[in-house]
C-alpha cells in the first residue's frame, strides 16, 4: 500500500498551517478547532517546520514559555522529514518508528500534498488485514 492510497481515503485532505510568526496560543487554537495532533509551517508557501502537541509540551511548557508570547518559530520542528506520495506504508512506519515522530507531511513532485499520522496509517493497515480475511474467508468457502 501506498501514502497517496491513504490520502485518498481520509476524509479530508487538508494542509491546516501556521506561520513561523504566529503564536504557540494561535497555533493550539487551530489545532483544537481541527481536532489535530500538529500543524504545518508554511512561510512563503514553502513548509519550514511542523509545530505538534509534542513541541509544545518540551519546547514549551517545560522550557517555562508563554504560549500567547512565544512564537511558533521558537519551537518549531524542523528541517521536516517528508514522504512521497509513492512511499510505501511501511516505509512511513519505519521512519516514524524511528524517528520518534507522529506526522509525516507528504509532496507529490516536489510539492506538498497531505500530511499522514500514525493513526492514518494504523487505520489502513487494519482495513488492508480486514479486507484480506474477508477475501480469504470468502476464497476457502467458495472452494468447498
Given amino acids: 500500500m501506498k501514502v497517496r492510497q491513504i490520502l485518498n ?3 479530508q485532505n487538508y494542509l491546516w498551517h501556521v506561520t513561523p510568526g504566529h ?21 512563503n ?16 511548557i517545560l522550557k517555562g514559555r508563554a504560549s500567547k508570547d512565544t512564537l511558533i518559530r521558537d519551537v518549531m520542528t ?29 509532496n507529490e513532485n516536489g510539492q506538498l500534498f497531505g500530511i499522514i499520522s500514525i493513526n492514518d496509517i494504523v487505520t489502513a493497515i487494519i482495513n488492508e488485514q480486514k479486507n484480506r480475511i474477508q477475501s480469504l474467508e470468502s476464497y476457502i468457502a467458495g472452494g468447498y
Fill in 9 to 11: 481515503s481520509k476524509a
Fill in 23 to 43: 503564536t504557540v496560543l494561535e497555533a493550539l487554537q487551530l489545532m483544537e478547532e481541527k481536532n489535530i495532533g500538529a500543524v504545518l509551517v508554511l512561510e
Fill in 45 to 60: 508557501e514553502e513548509l519550514t517546520g511542523i509545530f505538534s502537541e509534542r513541541d509544545y509540551a518540551r519546547k514549551g
Fill in 78 to 106: 524542523s528541517p521536516v522529514i517528508t514522504v512521497d506520495v509513492e512511499q510505501k506504508v511501511e516505509d512511513c512506519m519505519q521512519i516514524m518508528s524511528e524517528k520518534h515522530i507522529r506526522h509525516l507531511p507528504v
